[in-house]
Nanobody
Framework: QVQLVESGGGLVQAGGSLRLSCAAS????????IGWFRQAPGKEREFVAA????????SYADSVKGRFTISRDDADNTVCLQMNGLKPEDTAVYYC????????????????????WGQGTQVTVST
């Protein structure tokens, strides 16, 4: 069982930045594919960004491409989501997710692909 704990959410003005962190409880974090998702009120959970365990391939939703960056520190068992140029439509609860991936050839964009989820952190972008 892997526990994921997000932090770094908050209230920010449009155009501002936030950096979300997700700490994992596993010592084999380098063998996990990681994803960030978000869910706004009344909407379905949607894909934001993902990174396969090798760290050499990432994927982003079109809505955040060029503004958000996913990164990981396997030595520290953390994954971060740097969010720049925030817009009011980025307001949501953000979740990190993980799945073991011992081959490391895939980047997973579907929520159903992930086994473990954090509790979420609220991001609110004001106008």
């Amino acid at each position: 069982q892997v526990q994921l704990v997000e932090s770094g959410g908050g209230l920010v003005q449009a155009g501002g930045s936030l950096r979300l962190s997700c700490a994992a409880s596993t010592r084999t974090f380098s063998n996990y594919a990681i994803g960030w998702f978000r869910q706004a009120p009344g909407k379905e959970r949607e894909f934001v960004a993902a990174d396969r365990w090798s760290g050499s391939s990432t994927s982003y939703a079109d809505s955040v491409k060029g503004r958000f960056t996913i990164s990981r520190d396997d030595a520290d068992n953390t994954v971060c989501l740097q969010m720049n140029g925030l817009k009011p439509e980025d307001t949501a609860v953000y979740y990190c997710a993980a799945r073991p991936d011992y081959i490391g050839t895939s980047v997973y964009r579907g929520a159903g692909a992930y086994n473990y989820w954090g509790q979420g952190t609220q991001v609110t972008v004001s106008t």
